[in-house]
Nanobody
Framework: QVQLVESGGGLVQAGASLRLSCATS????????MGWFRQAPEKEREFVAS????????YYADSVKGRFTISRDNAKKMVYLQMNNLKPEDTAVYYC?????????????????WGHGTQVTVSS
């Protein structure tokens, strides 16, 4: 059974940092692209960042570029999202996702696997 399990969310003040983790299991994600998305209340799910499981290519939404960093640990089968200088507009449920192929995919509908999400709340 394929599973993506997010953790690391919480309530922080503006300017703080959080690191989200995504534990993967159930299959090898070699050859997949791993992504982070977020969804705020009453808003569409939006792309945040992605990277190839094999390789170093990374992609970021303009709204998080320079503040967020996506990374992975192949041995631990983990994907991370380091979030610095958080802003109230970063408040959302954050999801880890995977799509087959090494490609930049920002359309959430194209992703094959999803976690259940972790809440990030940034107070002003």
């Amino acid at each position: 059974q394929v599973q993506l399990v997010e953790s690391g969310g919480g309530l922080v003040q503006a300017g703080a940092s959080l690191r989200l983790s995504c534990a993967t299991s159930g299959r090898s994600f070699s050859g997949y692209t791993m992504g982070w998305f977020r969804q705020a209340p009453e808003k569409e799910r939006e792309f945040v960042a992605s990277m190839f499981w094999s390789g170093s290519n990374t992609y970021y939404a303009d709204s998080v570029k320079g503040r967020f960093t996506i990374s992975r640990d192949n041995a631990k089968k983990m994907v991370y999202l380091q979030m610095n200088n958080l802003k109230p507009e970063d408040t959302a449920v954050y999801y880890c996702a995977a799509v087959m192929g090494s490609r930049m995919v920002v359309n959430s509908r194209l992703y094959d696997y999803w976690g259940h999400g972790t809440q990030v709340t940034v107070s002003s």
